[in-house]
């Protein structure tokens, strides 16, 4: 069983930045993808930005060149680094496992971009 935990969130002006983390703990394996999704009120959950073990990352068209992912292996945390947020940033964010097949979700943080 895997464990996630996400901080970071919170209330900003639009073209401020914030910085998420995740921290995994439990049955880690040393290779997995992991990343951070969204969902805002009423929309379906989306892709944000993805990065694997080994460095790789993926980002959705909406969020690159302002967005940036990044991950310490040694201490199992991804990082999603935001700037030039946006009101149509706003949402919930969750951290995600993948790895071995399984996936796992953490509770969520909620950002939100507002004057």
């Known amino acids: 069983q895997v464990q996630l935990v996400e901080s970071g969130g919170g209330l900003v002006q639009p073209g401020g930045s914030l910085r998420l983390s995740c921290a995994a703990s439990?049955?880690?394996?040393?290779?997995?993808?992991m990343g951070w999704y969204r969902q805002a009120l009423g929309k379906e959950r989306e892709l944000v930005a993805l990065i694997s073990n080994f460095g790789g990352t993926t980002y959705a068209d909406s969020v690159r060149g302002r967005f940036t992912i990044s991950r310490d292996n040694a201490k199992n945390t991804v990082f999603l680094q935001m700037n030039s947020l946006k009101p149509e940033d706003t949402a919930v964010y969750f951290c995600h496992l993948r790895q071995l097949g399984h996936e796992y979700w953490g509770q969520g943080t909620q950002v939100t971009a507002s004057s």
């Open positions: 439990g049955s880690m394996f040393s290779i997995n993808v």
